[in-house]
Each structure stands twice: as structure tokens, then as C-alpha cells.
């Protein structure tokens, strides 16, 4: 189970309750220079081009927010899998994403289908930084699990790089796996349980 | 006490119209087969902006969410809302407006369980216009985006919100407060 401080009382009763908690993953692994977890649960990696997050996802809520910014070593795409018991999901032809990309006075949409990875939760492109907003909901319960993408590619100074992603598995997961495409990528990353 | 940025907004009060609604241990709603649930005393003078998170809606049918202001348990029936929409599904991207609307557009939901949304909801107490945006994830054909922009054009100090499930729907529902 996550790590997380917690408090009783809302709003309502004129004493604050956080809404948004911190969680402290129970284990990561990578590959590439390092990665490591700080004293409040905030992930920092450098260089790598794999890095699972494992006992994030509890009982102990059901959505979630994941909060990335950094760099790629190059013009990176990064997929996802979500994970049990330090093993990842690769399903085939479990994992639907739709896209938007804004670029310039562009916009595309793509729908991936039929694959054993999810898209882009974080699109680096070397030039200045990238940041991402990653809303991930019902991931414990044995249920499809769904999430959003709210992101910013610096490809040319500055893209809208939006996913909707689903899952059909109905299993439940405990933490995910951020893969990249090409080189590596360098940045904090954390993870927020959202009370239900 | 200060909370941790984003606070809990449990209701003062609830109402509904389905199967069940109830307010939670952790200050959210939980409903069952509900086609209208309102929540009262969610929106305070303690903060302007607020988030709600909606999920694990289960719904007899894809169908939008749609809502109205609230003050006093009096819902804001009037034409006074106008919706901006952006539909991505495929390579079709389709936006629009609409206008003298009597509803907000805040979402929708599925029938498999694959859907989740985040409403932002910016100066509902204040007595000023109040405005929304929510930014969703729907499994209709896989997946698919849905995002509105919602404003309400009345100055009126609003302290809740009415729900509308087009389909009868059962889910989770949670406000926030953004701490100042």
C-alpha cells in the first residue's frame, strides 16, 4: 500500500481536508543513469529510457493525478502500461488512445488502436521542456481503467498534445510503466491520490 | 487547519431523483440509477475556484452530463448559458457553439464504465458571471475526447449545482475547493 498523510475533517465544518494527497510509490526500478524517490514521494529521473512506478494505486482511492515535467535526449515519445505486482500489461490489442495535436493553426486527430502500450503521456522534444497533466481514474478496480492527457510538447516552442486513453482490461493495477521510444528522458514526476 | 491546495467540498445537503445518492466518509457523493442528483453548500466564499471529479459512471446509455447553477436549493433555470464543445474522435475533430442554452455542458458518460471527468469550475460564489470548462475520457469507439466551455452570464453568488444524467447513471462525484 501507498504512503500518505491524511486528515478527517472538510471544508463544510470550517476545518480544511486535502482533496489531493501525495503518494509515495513503494518501489521504482529503471533503466538508464538513475532515478530515485524523495522524502515526499516526488519521483526525479535522469536519462531513462524505462521507469516503473509500483504500490502507487490502492484501495485507498480511485482516481488519480500524475504530475511529469523534463527533457528528452532527442525528440522523444513516451508510451505507457500499467502495472500489478511488478508486472507489466502488454494485452494485446488492449490499449485505444485518441489523440489531438495542435500545431500551429493544424489540428489532427488519430486514434491508436489495437495495441499492447498506451500513448504519449509525455512528449519531450529537446528544445525546451515538456509537462504533462495526467488524469488516471479507476486504475485499482478490477474495471477498464481510463485516463486523460493534458500536455505541453516544446516542439517548435510549443504544442497541445492532448490523449484520451482506455484499457480494456478489467484488472486491477497498482502502479504503471513509462516507456520511451527513442533516447531517454530527465524530469520529476508525482503522484497524487484524488479523494473519491 | 490548511489543507494541502485542494480542499474537500462536502454538501451541506443532497437531493436526487433515481435509485440512491450519499454523501461519503470522504465528503464525495456516490449515486446509484440517478437521473438528477443536486449538491447544496459545495461552493463557499472561502474559495473562488473550484474542481469536481467525476467517474465510475455507469450509465444505461452514452449520454451527456449537463447542469445548473444553484442557490438557495433553487436551480438557475433561465436561457442564460452558452457552450463551446470540442468532439476528437478518429481524425474528425469537431467545435462549435451554442448559445441561450438553459444547461451546462460538463461531460458524459458511458455505458461500459470507461469514462472519467474533470470539471473546472471557476467563481460559482462570486457574484459575478460563472464559467466552467471539463476535460473527459469516454470509451465510446475505444476513445474519445470530449471537452466543453460553459458560461452562465447572470452576477449571482451560487452555493451548489444540479446534475442531469441523461441515462440513468451511477457513479462518483467529488468537489474541491482550490485553496488561496
Known amino acids: 500500500m501507498s ?7 472538510f471544508a463544510s465544518s470550517g476545518t480544511a481536508a486535502p482533496g489531493m494527497v501525495l503518494l509515495t510509490p ?31 494505486f490502492s484501495a485507498d482511492f480511485d482516481n488519480y493525478v500524475v504530475s511529469i515535467e523534463g527533457t528528452g535526449s532527442t525528440s522523444v515519445s513516451t ?15 488492449s490499449y485505444v488512445d485518441q489523440r489531438i495535436l495542435a500545431d500551429g493553426s493544424s489540428i489532427t486527430g488519430t486514434r491508436f488502436s489495437a495495441a499492447n502500450f498506451g500513448q504519449s503521456p509525455f512528449e519531450p522534444r529537446n528544445t525546451q521542456r515538456a509537462g504533462a497533466t495526467w ?7 478490477a474495471v477498464p481503467t481510463v485516463n486523460r492527457v493534458l500536455s505541453i510538447s516544446d516542439y517548435l516552442g510549443a504544442q497541445i498534445y492532448d490523449t484520451a486513453g482506455t484499457h480494456n482490461q478489467s484488472a486491477s493495477y497498482d502502479g504503471f510503466t513509462l516507456i520511451t521510444s527513442t533516447g531517454s528522458i530527465t524530469g520529476t514526476l508525482q503522484v497524487y491520490g484524488v479523494r473519491s | 487547519m490548511a489543507g494541502e491546495g485542494l480542499v474537500s467540498m462536502k454538501p ?28 447544496n453548500g459545495v461552493f463557499t466564499s472561502s474559495y473562488d475556484n473550484y474542481l469536481m471529479v467525476i467517474s465510475n459512471i455507469n450509465t444505461s446509455g452514452q449520454a451527456n452530463i449537463t447542469a445548473r447553477m444553484r442557490v438557495g436549493g433553487v436551480d438557475a433555470t433561465g436561457t442564460n448559458y452558452v ?10 475533430v469537431t467545435t462549435a457553439r451554442t ?16 469514462s472519467g471527468d474533470a470539471v473546472h469550475i471557476y467563481g460559482p460564489a462570486l457574484a459575478q458571471p460563472t464559467i466552467t470548462r471539463n476535460v473527459s475520457v469516454a470509451g465510446e469507439l475505444g476513445a474519445y475526447i470530449q471537452e466543453n466551455v460553459s458560461s452562465h452570464s447572470l452576477s449571482t453568488s451560487y452555493d451548489g ?8 447513471s451511477s457513479g462518483n462525484l467529488h468537489v474541491f475547493g482550490y485553496e488561496e
Not at chain 2, 445537503?13 to 438528477?36: L, M, P, R, W, Y
Request: aromatic share 12%.
Open chain 1, 3 to 9: 504512503l500518505y498523510k491524511g486528515f478527517g475533517a
Open chain 2, 12 to 39: 451541506s445537503s443532497i437531493s436526487f431523483t433515481g435509485t440512491g445518492a450519499t454523501i461519503n466518509s470522504h465528503g464525495g457523493v456516490d449515486f446509484t440509477s440517478a437521473t438528477v442528483v443536486s449538491l
Open chain 2, 161 to 168: 449545482l444540479t446534475l442531469f444524467l441523461a441515462s440513468q
Open chain 2, 99 to 114: 448559445t441561450s442554452e438553459s444547461v451546462l455542458f460538463i461531460g458524459g458518460g458511458d455505458a461500459e464504465l470507461w
Open chain 1, 79 to 93: 508510451y505507457y502500461r500499467w502495472r500489478a505486482a511488478g508486472t507489466d500489461n502488454s494485452t494485446a490489442n
Open chain 1, 135 to 141: 488524469h488516471i481514474y479507476n486504475p485499482f478496480l
Open chain 1, 26 to 56: 513503494t518501489s521504482i526500478t529503471h533503466t538508464g543513469t538513475s532515478a530515485s524517490v524523495g522524502a515526499n514521494g516526488q519521483v526525479t529521473f535522469t536519462a531513462v529510457s524505462n521507469l516503473s512506478i509500483n504500490g502507487v
Open chain 2, 83 to 92: 457552450r463551446q464543445y470540442m468532439f476528437v474522435t478518429g481524425t474528425s
